[in-house]
């Protein structure tokens, strides 16, 4: 069984930076996806970035993108999201989610799309607070 162990949120002025952290473990097929999605009150939850264990190819919302980075220390089966140049609308709950896959493609794929849907382990969640 996967589990995700995120880390890193908490309140955070306008402009300023975070890094989030996700210690995954329990994979038992060979390739997997790993993604940070968030939800904020009353909005649907949406995918921030994803990346694949195959080729490490990323995947990021246009909100984010030049702002926040996704990176994988395989060593410690750790993901991270640096976020930098943090807005008060990327306040929202935020959730570390794992899909594992016996398929080099198809993990690819499914970091490529980042879709909430596709990725059934969960975390427990981290709030992420952008407010002066």
């Known amino acids: 069984q996967v589990q995700l162990v995120e880390s890193g949120g908490g309140l955070v002025q306008p402009g300023g930076s975070l890094r989030l952290s996700c210690a995954a473990s329990g994979f038992t097929l060979d390739y997997y996806a790993i993604g940070w999605f968030r939800q904020a009150p009353g909005k649907e939850r949406e995918g921030v970035s994803c990346?694949?264990?195959?080729?490490?190819?990323?995947y990021y919302a246009d909100s984010v993108k030049g702002r926040f980075t996704i990176s994988r220390d395989n060593a410690k089966n750790t993901v991270y999201l640096q976020m930098n140049s943090l807005k008060p609308e990327d306040t929202a709950v935020y959730y570390c989610?794992?899909?594992?896959?016996?398929?080099?493609?198809?993990?690819?794929?499914?970091?490529?799309?980042?879709?909430?849907?596709?990725?059934?382990?969960w975390g427990q969640g981290t709030q992420v607070t952008v407010s002066s």
């Open positions: 989610a794992a899909v594992a896959s016996n398929s080099l493609w198809r993990a690819t794929i499914l970091g490529a799309r980042c879709r909430y849907a596709d990725f059934g382990s």
């Open positions: 990346i694949s264990s195959s080729d490490g190819s990323t």
